[in-house]
């Protein structure tokens, strides 16, 4: 099968393009026909060699942590997992990736692939989707009525993070460039600031229950999101490089989220989808022998929105 994998740490180009036997799964996995997987910036930061501590790997490594296809094979002991079914997951981050023609995931991190959406485009959901629900829901308690700031609400994950957080019947307020203005706005913010003209401080004029920090902004400037919130708030933050401010004084905490794999609110999301209430956005599809491209263009902050990667299928 093609696959793409590195053999040692570094730039973009220790990416390699190649063939490798298919992996035969073992008790509890199951082998997926990849559709898709997607980029994420942990992909490059694996890559790099930024994460050995937290994220160990063996070499040569598969990236790809997204999912999305059709279950061909199953391991010894699996169960509610039939040969022929569509699926997404969040893959184990210290395996073996995605970005292949298949790959082996351990039947529990998976959920049945939505259906209204085409099933290379779900490989665009599940580490995104899960971010921005495990930010909003399980370390903020964002509930209907309250105040949330979405800073950096024009990449993937804010896409989701606003939509979820107006789901909830939250205020939102969204911070985004006037390149992804139309789409915060379209994903339900009720209002938005141009982060590139105007200064957090000056323009949230009323007390918040919560921040989502999505940005990787100055310490100076993630410090400052903290006197935004009311008393007993929170502030979430993604950018797990710098820690969460918080204010003991007046009870308001900081979170730093480490996203997790979560089959049952994976499943929640894919619900969501098919029932209207939850927009997948693709921003490209590229063909999976230009995956390191793709990781080229990253790191010189050249993309945009959600990208799916395509393996061929013969």
Do not use: C
């Not at 035969?24 to 996995?29: L, N």
């Not at 410090?223 to 797990?240: D, I, M, Q, S």
């Not at 490089?241 to 004084?249: I, N, R, S």
């Amino acid at each position: 099968m093609k696959v793409v994998r590195f053999h040692e740490y570094g730039d973009p180009d220790v990416l390699r393009y190649e063939d490798v036997e298919q992996p035969v799964p073992g008790a509890g996995e199951v082998r997926i026909r990849v559709a898709a997987t997607s980029f994420n910036s942990v992909d490059g930061n694996i890559r790099g060699g930024f994460m050995r501590g937290p994220i160990p790997v063996e070499l040569p490594h598969t990236p790809g942590i997204d999912v999305a296809g059709t279950v061909d094979a199953l391991g010894e002991g699996v169960d509610g997992v039939a040969v022929g079914d569509d699926v997404i997951g969040f893959l184990p981050m210290d395996g073996d990736g995605a970005a292949a023609q298949y790959v082996l995931a351990p039947a529990e991190v998976l959920t049945p692939a939505p259906k209204s959406v085409p099933l290379a485009d779900a490989a665009a959901l599940p580490v995104v989707g899960l971010t921005a629900w495990q930010a909003l829901f399980d370390h903020a308690g964002l509930t209907a009525g309250q105040r949330v700031l979405i800073n950096g609400a024009g990449g993937a994950v804010g896409g989701y993070a606003v939509q979820l957080a107006k789901g909830a019947e939250a205020h939102v307020i969204a911070t985004a460039s006037p390149r992804s203005r139309e789409a915060v706005i379209s994903a339900g913010a009720d209002e938005v600031i141009d982060h590139t003209t105007t200064g957090l401080t000056a323009a949230v004029t009323e007390p918040v229950d919560v921040v989502l920090n999505l940005a990787p902004v100055d310490p100076a400037e993630l410090a400052a999101l903290v006197t935004l919130v009311r008393p007993g708030g929170v502030v979430v933050n993604t950018t797990v490089w710098m820690p969460a401010p918080a204010d003991e004084e007046r009870g308001v905490r900081g979170i730093d989220l480490y996203v997790r794999s979560d089959a049952d609110q994976l499943s929640r999301l894919v619900a969501l989808i098919d029932s209207g209430q939850l927009r997948v956005d693709v921003a490209e599809r590229v063909p999976l022998a230009e995956l390191p491209a793709l990781h080229a263009r990253a790191a010189e902050g050249a993309v945009h929105g959600k990208v799916v990667v395509v393996p061929p299928t013969a």
